[in-house]
């Protein structure tokens, strides 16, 4: 069992930058790949960015390529998730979920989930 805990989201405005951080439980991160999710209200829970188990490869998302990086420190057991030019549809609570198959952008791949993060962009 892996337990995940996001921190760091907030209320900002357009154009602000927000780090998301989520903490794993166990020095067994290592070996799972890690993704951050999201999902606004009415909508389905929808992938924003995956990483690697050494960090190597990362994927996003085409709505937030170019402004969001995904990052992990295993030292940590932590993967972080760098928002920048932040924009009001962005606005989602954000998950961080750890997985062990081959593919990472659909949340049937992943096996543990955290609580998720609120993040909130004004216009």
């Known amino acids: 069992q892996v337990q995940l805990v996001e921190s760091g989201g907030g209320l900002v405005q357009a154009g602000d930058s927000l780090r998301l951080s989520c903490a794993a439980s166990?020095?067994?991160?290592?070996?799972?790949?890690m993704g951050w999710f999201r999902q606004a209200p009415g909508k389905e829970r929808e992938f924003v960015a995956a990483i690697s188990r050494s960090g190597g490869t990362t994927d996003y998302a085409d709505s937030v390529k170019g402004r969001f990086i995904i990052s992990r420190d295993n030292a940590k057991n932590t993967v972080y998730l760098q928002m920048n030019s932040l924009k009001p549809e962005d606005t989602a609570v954000y998950y961080c979920a750890a997985g062990q198959t081959t593919g990472w952008r659909k949340p049937y791949e992943y096996d543990f989930w955290g609580q998720g993060t609120q993040v909130t962009v004004s216009s």
């Open positions: 166990r020095r067994t991160f290592i070996t799972y790949a």
